[in-house]
């Protein structure tokens, strides 16, 4: 262990190379930093003497050559499910367990996926009541080592139509706002929608009319607001995407097809966008082992490079982008799945440092989670990555054997830990 662990009644004083604060487009050098268990309280130049130990006169460790920046935020998991599992057979017979089963096997992935630097998870629904119960364990003081959690609960969708696997349909309830209100007294910290259908891959398209309409969607984002809460819409396609924009949503989840003028009036409305490149990345590395053929891949990579060139284009435009995978879909897993989807949009032309904002300070700025963290500055969560690998130098550098710092505790990737039901 290169440093020690803070605690309450102890800070610990770093003096570090390299820092990305998680917000900046430039790193800073030659930086100190104060923190204990709770929070950082300095960063800057010498320290002042109050802020440190009794009698403290030099830092507790020197790293000039460790970067050092923020845990990472995962904007769109599904913790229910098992992003690693291939096998489609055994995807099937999860679904079926029980709320317990399924719950019990997402507790088991807190601590790996703080170990791999993930400090916060905004979990994008599901109608089991897994991610609502992960939220309320993380309130408990005696709460196991876990990320943030923050969740939806069950997603609003259409009866009928796609996302019964996670969500329940607006058709039970008496009104929009009563479907709302219903989900914010079960606990959700923000409403998420289920505008669209998915991609049909075979036809390359969305061919399904959108679930909801704009005046819809609109009314729905109402009633959260009144509630003080935030709205993301799972939605692909042009018309889909125009729906949830005009509507108002605070994010546009996925957004495959989605057009330059849909970009622009993002930007000028800063609803930020989550383009979950990872899932349709890992379909067309196991295309074969589902059967598709020629023209279904053929499809995929076209989907791919539009959905680059479309972020590129937001990235010029400055449309806020927020780095979120889809875990726990078809072959992403928790956790590598995100590391995956950074590489993916270092890969579609943002810079290093644009990559690390998006899972870090970007994200926590537009999503209004509840507690601070995303940013090395004073009073925020004393939740970090030390690395002499610098990501400045390639994304997959956070891959490489780093030390994670969370709540004062030190965790060493390099110690073997299990890996598996990611």
Request: contains cysteine; proline residues 5%.
């Amino acid at each position: 262990m290169i440093i020690p662990e803070a605690s309450n009644k102890r800070c610990i004083w770093l003096r570090v190379g390299t820092l990305i604060d998680g917000v900046s487009t430039k790193p800073l050098k030659d930086v100190h930093l104060v923190y204990d268990a709770q929070s950082i309280r300095y960063l800057g130049d010498l320290p002042p003497a109050d802020l440190l130990n009794p009698g403290q006169v030099r830092p507790d460790a020197v790293l000039h050559e460790y970067v050092l920046l923020p845990g990472l935020i995962e904007a769109h998991a599904h913790l229910f499910l098992e992003g690693s599992e291939l096998d489609l057979a055994k995807r099937s017979a999860h679904l079926k367990q029980t709320s317990q089963e399924l719950l019990r096997a997402a507790r088991a992935r807190l601590e790996k996926l703080v170990r791999l630097g993930i400090i916060a998870v905004r979990d994008a629904g599901d109608r089991h009541g897994v991610g609502l119960a992960l939220g309320k364990l993380y309130a408990h003081e005696d709460k196991p080592v876990m990320p943030y959690v923050d969740s939806p609960g069950a997603a609003i969708h259409r009866q009928g139509r796609y996302g019964s696997f996670m969500a329940e349909p607006l058709e039970n309830y008496p009104s929009l706002k009563a479907c709302v209100h219903s989900r914010i007294h079960a606990g959700a910290h923000r409403i998420k929608l289920i505008a669209t259908d998915i991609i049909d891959f075979k036809e390359g398209r969305v061919n399904k009319e959108p679930q909801m309409t704009t005046d819809e969607v609109t009314e729905l984002v109402r009633a959260a607001q009144e509630l003080g809460k935030q709205t993301f819409a799972h939605a692909s396609g042009d018309d889909g995407i125009e729906c949830v924009i005009s509507g108002g949503v605070d994010s546009v989840e996925h957004g495959f097809f989605i057009r330059t003028d849909q970009l622009a009036r993002m930007r000028d409305r800063r609803i930020a966008w989550v383009p979950t490149i990872a899932p349709v990345q890992k379909l067309t590395e196991y295309a074969a082992r589902l059967g598709w053929d020629e023209r279904v891949v053929s499809n995929l990579h076209r989907i791919l490079e539009q959905h680059t060139a479309s972020l590129q284009k937001a990235h010029e435009m400055g449309v806020p982008i927020i780095a979120g995978s889809d875990a726990g879909s078809y072959g992403v897993a928790h956790g590598f799945g995100l590391l995956e989807e950074l590489e993916l949009l270092e890969h579609a032309g943002l810079s290093a440092i644009s990559v690390i904002n998006a899972a870090t300070g970007t994200s926590a700025q537009r999503l209004g989670y509840k507690e601070r963290f995303g940013q090395i500055k004073p009073g925020f969560r004393s939740r970090f990555i030390l690395t002499m690998h610098s990501p400045l130098n390639g994304i997959s550098n956070l891959r490489r054997p780093k030390y994670v710092v969370f709540d004062g505790v030190v965790y060493d990737s390099t110690m073997n830990f299990d890996t598996s039901g990611l």
